[in-house]
């Protein structure tokens, strides 16, 4: 059964950075897209940032040049680095992976990773 480990949440003041975790495990033959979304108290939960496995990466505008993605495919772990992190970046952080099968790719998604950005 697959699944995603997500780690590197916590409590930051505004300006601070943070750095996010994802591992896929369990029988999986390849990944191919990864990405962070997040859900804020209230609010839909919305994509941040997504990188394919040829490392093409795209961002939501409101983190563009604050955050960063990345991924190494040998351990099938996928990276946010966020810096300059504000209040409203405080949300729960979720992990997605698009797992390879023989007819299609199949979703998954981590349990989520709180950040709270302290003013």
């Known amino acids: 059964q697959v699944q995603l480990v997500e780690s590197g949440g916590g409590l930051v003041q505004a300006g601070g950075s943070l750095r996010l975790s994802c591992a896929a495990s369990g029988g999986i033959f390849r990944v191919n897209a990864m990405g962070w979304y997040r859900q804020a108290p209230g609010k839909q939960r919305e994509l941040v940032a997504t990188?394919?496995?040829?490392?093409?990466?795209n961002y939501a505008d409101f983190v563009k040049g604050r955050f960063t993605i990345s991924r190494d495919n040998a351990k099938n772990t996928v990276y946010l680095q966020m810096n300059s992190l504000k209040p409203e970046d405080t949300a729960v952080y979720y992990c997605?992976?698009?797992?390879?099968?023989?007819?299609?790719?199949?979703?998954?998604w981590g349990q989520g990773t709180q950040v709270t950005v302290s003013s």
């Open positions: 997605n992976a698009l797992v390879y099968g023989v007819t299609r790719d199949y979703p998954y």
């Open positions: 990188i394919t496995s040829g490392s093409s990466t």
